[in-house]
Structure formats: C-alpha cells, structure tokens
C-alpha cells in the first residue's frame, strides 16, 4: 500500500515540476529573459528542497560545473517558511512513539532556523539538559528520490544525444548528489558522524574542541536531539574576546582539530563555514553540523598533503605534479606549464590584495570560491578533472585562511609552530 502511495506522490511531484518548467518557459515567451544561470537559479528556487540542494551543490562545485553558474548559484537560499509548530509536534510524537512530555519539559515553538529539508527548535529534556531538535520536514525523503531519479533518466538520456557530455559524466554528477542529499536525510547518519568525531576528540586528547552530544533515546532518523550550544560564530571577533582570552590560539585549536581529522578521523567537516564553527561560552571551538563530510582515499590525501606542502613553500612544480595525481585525465600533462599558470595565479593574486591592505570580515564567500575555480580552471585548461572531494578539501582550507586574515592578521600560517599539521 505504502509503495502505491509513494507511486501516485512521485506522479504528483512530476505534474508539479512540469507545472513549474511550463510557467519559467511562459515568462520567457513573453520576455523575461534574464541570464541563463539567473533563470535556472530562480527556477531551481521555485522547484524547492531537491532543487535548492542542487543549487548549493553547484554553487561548491566549481569542479563539474562552469563559473557564472557557480557564482550564481552563491544565492541560492536554503531558507524556507517554516512549518507550524503543531506539524513539528505531531512529527516528533510520530518519531518518539510515545507522549512528548514523557521526553521534553518544553520545546520553544519559534524555530531557530529553517531550510528544505529540516527546520531546528530549542527545547529541554524532561531530565533538565538544553537540547535542539532537528525536525525533518514532511515528504521530503520521496520528494528527493522522485526529482533526484527523473534527473538521472535525463541525464543519461542527454549523454546519449550528446556523447560529449559522457567525459562530464552528469549522471554521475546526479548519482553523487543523491548520494550526499540521501545521508543528509538520515539523521542516524549524522548522529554517528557526531559520536565519530567525539571519539575522534577524545582519542586524541583535544579538549579545547568539542560537538553536541547526542540524545540517543530521544533520536530517530527523521528527529535529532543534541546539546545546544552557547556561543557566537568564530567570526564575531567583539563577543569571542568576552569567551576567549586569545582569538589567535582559538582559531589555531580549530585548525589543528580539522587539520588532524584528515588523517585520523575516517571523515573531515567539509563545510567549516563560520556558522558551523562556534567559540563556546567557555572557550572551547563548537564544531557543529556533521550533515556534510568529505572522505578522502589514503593517495589521493598523500597527493593532497603533497599540494599543501608545495603551496607552503611556494614550489609551482610540486603544485602542478600533485594536481595532477589528485586528477582525472585522458592526456598527458605539461607539468612545467601548470606550474607556469599556476605561478602566474598567486602574482595575480599578490597584486589584488597586498599584504598592507587590512582585511574586512564582511569579506564575502565569493572570494573563496573565485580563488577555487580559478585554480581549478587552470588544472581543467591542462585537461584534469578534479573529484569533487578535492574541492571539499580546498574550499575548506581557503575557509580557513579568511579566517587568519580576520582572527590573526599578523600570524604566518606557514611559519608558526603551533599548527601542528603543517609542520
């Protein structure tokens, strides 16, 4: 029975994209014709949860898809209406099986945050401890698998009409993204992200970072109870001096924590945007939100490692050779060339922002991904293809040196002693 129902919501969904396809190609018969990566954002918006994640997807994916796509694609919201508070109760009974006030004292009606696919509410355990809930939102799982499987079947009908689209692979593109948006959707998962990374902390003595714990008894695979956390963004440089004595040493902690879990952790946090890195009341880094992470192969790290160290020392030629072991490639590559452009990009870049010139913090996340594409629009215009983990990998690393220019304008990232993973 639930199959059918599931048959006839998938039917429906299809309408409803085709409804929304029919009116964008209205407005555009009757001219409103922006530009092309303009239009399919706003009707990316208009599709919803599926669509919107795509759009974040290409908007960190400057690896598969082109630059005005991507940089477009940096408005693509993920704030959404939230639902009444009598659905977000009825769901959590639902998940819990048994009567709310047998599990929470109190849940604050008023979100503190929605997006497609869940919305969060402060609330208290029966037994006393601050938590928040992570609801997720109706329908979303079959509306997902409906949009995600009719871009797969379009995809390969595409790669067929056009065979040159095969060496991009967009339904493996599509394949990878219902891989992410699916464990994004299973709460269970990031439940368990957040125990890994906890022992993680805990084998490795590091008591100046911490996650939410995990209300287990009060968790399913749509709801997510964990500890609230109280703090401010890394960023808000006038309220970390009130919970840190030293801003430098609490931006170094958070390094060197994100830095080791690459190599000791069996996942890295692949989206330390500074809403997910938070200065605890206490001092402590607050690493938050474990829906998103990055898992790496042991060469292709050694390959990353190797950029990393060549990029500290500013060796253009072990640059270009480890680029070329962490890409795809049917062709030869000139690795004197890539070493050549790739020297060219960081003059260009010394020119655009000289060291004397202070850095604003309301810097905005285009400049880390123009940074992104243009290095890899070089590694592609020598014939690589990057996957996407390594752009994870990249975004993140270019994260963190907005966040030294902001915390520590004056520390050499390269020199200082006291980041462990880079020395």
Not at 34 to 60: D, N, V, W
Not at 197 to 202: A, M, S, V, Y
Not at 263 to 282: S, Y
Request: with cysteine; hydrophobic share 40%.
């Amino acid at each position: 029975m639930s199959a059918v129902i599931n048959s006839v919501k998938g039917a429906l969904r299809i309408g409803q994209t085709a409804s929304v396809l029919g009116r964008t190609g209205l407005m555009w018969l009757r001219g409103h014709r922006p530009p092309a990566p303009q239009l399919l954002r706003q009707t990316f918006e208009s599709l919803g949860a599926t669509y919107i994640k795509l759009g974040q997807f290409i908007a960190s994916s400057p690896t598969f898809f082109p630059k005005d796509y991507v940089e477009e694609f940096q408005y693509c919201l993920d704030r959404t209406p939230s639902l009444p508070f009598s659905v977000i109760k009825k769901i959590i009974r639902n998940e819990l099986d048994r009567p709310i006030p047998e599990v929470f004292a109190d849940i604050d009606p008023v979100p503190l945050a929605s997006a497609s696919i869940a919305q969060v509410h402060a609330a208290r355990l029966v037994t006393g401890e601050d938590v928040v809930i992570k609801v997720q939102k109706p329908g979303v799982e079959n509306i997902l698998l409906t949009d995600l499987n009719f871009l797969y079947v379009s995809a390969k009908i595409l790669e067929t009409l056009a065979p040159k689209l095969s060496w991009t692979s967009l339904s493996g593109i599509v394949e990878e993204i219902q891989r992410t948006m699916m464990e994004e959707c299973d709460f269970i998962k990031e439940a368990n992200n957040l125990k890994v990374f906890r022992e993680f902390l805990h084998d490795t003595h590091n008591e100046d970072a911490t996650v939410p714990k995990v209300y287990e008894q009060s968790s399913t695979r749509r709801i997510l109870t964990m500890e609230r956390f109280y703090g401010v963004p890394l960023t808000d440089m006038d309220s970390i001096r009130g919970y840190a004595r030293d801003p430098e040493r609490t931006l170094i902690t958070a390094m060197n924590t994100w830095f080791a879990s690459l190599t000791q952790c069996e996942f890295f946090h692949a989206d330390v945007h500074a809403g997910n890195l938070m200065v605890l009341t206490d001092g402590r880094v607050g690493f938050i939100d474990f829906g998103i992470v990055g898992r790496i192969k042991p060469d292709t790290w050694q390959a990353v490692s190797d950029f990393i160290s060549s990029v500290m020392v500013g060796h253009f030629e072990g640059m270009a050779d480890a680029m070329i072991r962490i890409g795809i490639t049917h062709d030869t590559v000139n690795v004197n060339a890539l070493a050549a452009d790739l020297r060219r990009l960081y003059q260009q870049m010394d020119r655009m922002v000289p060291d004397a010139t202070p850095y604003q913090p309301d810097q905005t996340e285009d400049e880390v991904n123009n940074i992104l594409m243009d290095m890899v629009k070089i590694g592609e215009g020598h014939g690589l293809h990057f996957p996407r983990e390594f752009a994870l990998l990249l975004k993140q690393f270019l994260y963190f040196d907005r966040y030294v220019h902001i915390l520590a304008p004056e520390m050499d990232v390269f020199m200082d002693k006291r980041l462990t993973m880079l020395h």
